[in-house]
């Protein structure tokens, strides 16, 4: 019980300090939202995306699930969480930017490159299959930090699948809507964009 009441506490500390000072935009935003940014990002813990971007309310239409992946396009199969919440985001909110943030020491990719087959792993096998090729690509090149550099190539693997929307890709393609790719360092709370013309990851300043 300790643990929810941390939560219940902390919301007592939204209301004296967070509600209070922008009520106004709260009561704006009741009447609807128009996020300019949609970060797709891990579900882990560590990692939330509102925290380490220091974004106020309604500014970022945010998508956590395992491992911060986008599956590819496809219409059949079973339910479409993501790819739903990608539609709404882009064609009925129409945001500008789609973030995928990717982080260090995600447990998702320690499962991918664990490989498949454990008897506990019902639903997150199928997912982290998403990254199969990229996992048997980087262990092929056998870097020195195989984790590290699986975490940088799931966000480059979800870039690509994001493309495989039409509506993605045309609104790219008309300018009306870009894409990037992050990745968040923990322990040194380091934040690293991805230039996809040179294909590097490379540190945020500061004062960007």
Same mark, same amino acid.
Request: proline share 6%.
């Given at each position: 019980?300790?643990?929810?009441?941390?939560?219940?506490?902390?919301?007592?500390?939204?209301?004296?300090?967070?509600?209070?000072?922008?009520?106004?935009?709260?009561?704006? *935003? +009741?009447?609807?939202? !128009? /996020?300019?940014?949609?970060? %797709?990002?891990?579900?882990?813990?560590?990692? @939330?995306? #509102?925290?380490?971007?220091?974004?106020?309310?309604?500014?970022?239409?945010?998508?956590?699930?395992?491992?911060?992946?986008?599956?590819?396009?496809?219409?059949?199969?079973?339910?479409?969480?993501?790819?739903?919440?990608?539609?709404?985001?882009?064609?009925?909110?129409?945001?500008?930017?789609?973030?995928?943030?990717?982080?260090?020491?995600?447990?998702?990719?320690?499962?991918? *490159? +664990?490989?498949?087959? !454990? /008897?506990?792993?019902?639903? %997150?096998?199928?997912?982290?299959?998403?990254? @199969?090729? #990229?996992?048997?690509?980087?262990?092929?090149?056998?870097?020195?930090?195989?984790?590290?550099?699986?975490?940088?190539?799931?966000?480059?693997?979800?870039?690509?699948?994001?493309?495989?929307?039409?509506?993605?890709?045309?609104?790219?393609?008309?300018?009306?809507?870009?894409?990037?790719?992050?990745?968040?360092?923990?322990?040194?709370?380091?934040?690293?964009?991805?230039?996809?013309? +040179?294909?590097?990851?490379? /540190?945020?300043?500061?004062?960007?």
């Amino acid at each position: 019980m300790s643990e929810f009441l941390a939560l219940l506490r902390g919301y007592g500390r939204f209301r004296s300090n967070g509600y209070r000072d922008q009520h106004r935009r709260w009561e704006t *935003l +009741a009447a609807g939202q !128009e /996020p300019p940014v949609m970060i %797709i990002g891990c579900c882990d813990s560590r990692v @939330d995306p #509102a925290t380490i971007f220091d974004t106020v309310p309604g500014q970022a239409f945010i998508l956590r699930n395992v491992a911060n992946l986008v599956p590819p396009f496809e219409l059949g199969g079973g339910l479409h969480g993501v790819s739903a919440a990608l539609e709404f985001a882009v064609t009925k909110l129409e945001v500008k930017h789609i973030v995928i943030m990717g982080h260090g020491a995600c447990g998702g990719i320690s499962a991918a *490159l +664990a490989g498949h087959g !454990e /008897p506990d792993r019902i639903f %997150i096998d199928k997912w982290i299959g998403l990254l @199969d090729r #990229a996992r048997d690509q980087v262990l092929e090149a056998a870097p020195q930090d195989p984790q590290h550099a699986l975490e940088l190539e799931g966000v480059k693997v979800s870039l690509a699948n994001l493309r495989t929307f039409p509506f993605v890709a045309e609104r790219e393609a008309a300018g009306q809507l870009q894409l990037h790719g992050c990745w968040f360092g923990i322990a040194a709370g380091t934040l690293y964009e991805l230039d996809e013309q +040179a294909g590097h990851f490379q /540190p945020v300043p500061e004062d960007a």
